[in-house]
């Protein structure tokens, strides 16, 4: 099992910037692909970032520019700088781990952060 638990959300006007961080327990957390993802109310979650266990990333492209997305094996904690806010990117952040397994997909979800974006 891997617990997940975020922090960092919160009101922020746009142009703003906010931090979020999660930090991992449980299991090995350099074997996990980290990835950051989102869901505004009536909307369908959807990936906002994603580095791998090298440190490869990958960006939502309307986030890209703005959003960086790192890794601290060393904390087991993925971070997401999200700069330049827009009021777009309010929605309840969920920090994700993933790794495929011999019996398949494994993975776990955090509870998630509330990022609003609003004057």
Same mark, same amino acid.
């Given at each position: 099992?891997?617990?997940?638990?975020?922090?960092?959300?919160?009101?922020? %006007?746009?142009?703003?910037?906010?931090?979020?961080?999660?930090? #991992?327990?449980?299991?090995?957390?350099?074997?996990?692909?980290?990835?950051? &993802?989102? %869901?505004?109310?009536? *909307?369908?979650?959807?990936?906002?970032?994603?580095?791998?266990?090298?440190?490869?990333? +990958?960006?939502?492209?309307?986030? *890209?520019?703005?959003?960086?997305?790192?890794? +601290?094996? #060393? *904390?087991?904690?993925?971070?997401? %700088?999200?700069?330049?806010?827009?009021?777009? +990117? #309010?929605?309840? &952040?969920?920090?994700? #781990?993933?790794? %495929?397994?011999?019996?398949?997909?494994?993975?776990?979800?955090?509870?998630?952060?509330?990022?609003?974006?609003?004057?």
């Amino acid at each position: 099992q891997v617990q997940l638990v975020e922090s960092g959300g919160g009101l922020v %006007q746009p142009g703003g910037s906010l931090r979020l961080s999660c930090t #991992a327990s449980g299991e090995i957390f350099i074997m996990y692909v980290m990835e950051w &993802y989102r %869901q505004a109310p009536g *909307k369908e979650r959807e990936l906002v970032a994603r580095v791998t266990s090298s440190g490869n990333t +990958d960006y939502l492209e309307s986030v *890209k520019g703005r959003f960086t997305i790192s890794r +601290d094996n #060393a *904390k087991n904690t993925v971070y997401l %700088q999200m700069n330049s806010l827009e009021p777009e +990117d #309010a929605a309840v &952040y969920y920090c994700h #781990a993933g790794r %495929q397994t011999p019996g398949g997909l494994r993975e776990f979800w955090g509870q998630g952060t509330q990022v609003t974006v609003s004057s």
